[in-house]
């Protein structure tokens, strides 16, 4: 499918409250169309399915749901694993919101045999000082990797990651959290350590009190934790 195809079908799909309500949640994304999120992943499949090749030679990237759809085709098409890590390397550094990065990252599946280089793939991007790859590295993270077997090394990268960078910071918090629900004494040690900035444990331990999953004394637990922001 050709790109200005692509780009005619979204504008087509256009819904301008939703636009506006999604522009919001956006600050600083140029060029939303405003297409729902399921519109965009109805169109990414029907690319994936015929001549996506010719689509993602010619994207730009030039609106927000022309990126989130590059990425889902990447996401979904059948492809060989290495074809999509190399499609992934090239896309990657063009994502520009947490939405597109979110989006596409839920959309990512690995093989059981394809963990091990997927996780290599990944924290190549603990050497970035760009947010939006290193959101992805978190994201990626929190959707794929939460296994007993990799929540050392994920734990690692987040200690590793000093930013001040808002939305790195939230994946982080938003991960640690899961950690903590998940791994609970992994995630409690992790807690008590000098591993984040005052501000990212913080946004952690509240998460982990905002969630059903975890008991009223654990949330008491956690709210000692607290580190004073200087």
Known sequence: ???????ARLKAKQDVKYRDFHS????????????????QRRLAAEIARGDFAEFLREA???????????????ATASIGFQE????????????????TCDTV????????????????????????????????????MLDHFMKAEYIDGVLAAVSAVRSE???????Q?????????????????????DNMLPWTQNKAIQKIRESYRVSDADKE?????KKVRI
């Not at 730009?60 to 990447?74: A, D, K, N, P």
């Open 1 to 7: 499918m050709k790109r200005n195809e692509v780009i």
């Open 24 to 39: 919001g949640l956006c600050p600083g994304t140029a060029n939303i169309i405003g297409v729902r999120i399921p519109e």
């Open 60 to 74: 730009r990237g030039e609106f927000y749901e022309e990126l989130t759809v590059e990425g889902l085709v990447i």
């Open 84 to 99: 999509r890590l190399e499609l992934l390397r090239r896309f990657v550094p063009k994502i520009n919101s947490w939405a």
């Open 105 to 140: 990252c839920a959309s990512l599946w690995f093989r059981p045999d394809e963990f091990g280089e997927g996780w290599r793939f990944i924290t190549s991007y603990l050497q970035s000082d760009r947010e939006f790859e290193l959101r992805f590295m978190f994201v990626m």
């Open 165 to 171: 960078s808002y939305y790195v910071k939230m994946a």
């Open 173 to 193: 918090a938003w991960l640690v959290a899961e950690v903590f629900i998940k791994f609970r004494e992994a995630g409690l040690e992790f807690l008590r350590g």
């Open 221 to 225: 637990l956690v709210k000692s934790l």
